[in-house]
């Protein structure tokens, strides 16, 4: 049974950043999608930032290139995500999630309905 526990969520001001990471326990395989998602008050679970360990691709929500990154610590079995110039549209509760049987392309579009493990999420709030 896979495991996600995410922390690093919290308060901060337009212009600051913050990072997240998520422990994952309880997988096999060398080739899996994890990514992180989120979701504001009345709007759809959007992805955020994947990435594919069977090549080390990494796709990114629009919104987010060039002040979003997301990294895979394998040593310690972690999946983080580096939040810089934040502004108050990245409020939102950020959840890791994993699947091993997604392909890369499926790995890159995103659709949180296709990730079978999810975290219970964390809170990033962002004050202008």
């Known amino acids: 049974q896979v495991q996600l526990v995410e922390s690093g969520g919290g308060s901060v001001q337009a212009g600051g950043s913050l990072r997240l990471s998520c422990a994952a326990s309880?997988?096999?395989?060398?080739?899996?999608?994890m990514g992180w998602f989120r979701q504001a008050p009345g709007k759809e679970r959007e992805g955020v930032a994947r990435?594919?360990?069977?090549?080390?691709?990494?796709y990114y929500a629009d919104s987010v290139k060039g002040r979003f990154t997301i990294s895979r610590d394998n040593a310690k079995n972690t999946l983080n995500l580096q939040m810089n110039s934040l502004n108050a549209e990245d409020t939102a509760m950020y959840y890791c999630?994993?699947?091993?049987?997604?392909?890369?392309?499926?790995?890159?579009?995103?659709?949180?309905?296709?990730?079978?493990?999810w975290g219970q999420g964390t809170q990033v709030t962002v004050s202008s």
């Open positions: 309880g997988y096999t395989g060398s080739s899996y999608c």
């Open positions: 990435i594919y360990t069977g090549g080390g691709s990494s």
């Open positions: 999630a994993a699947d091993p049987g997604l392909a890369a392309d499926s790995c890159g579009a995103g659709i949180w309905y296709l990730f079978d493990y």
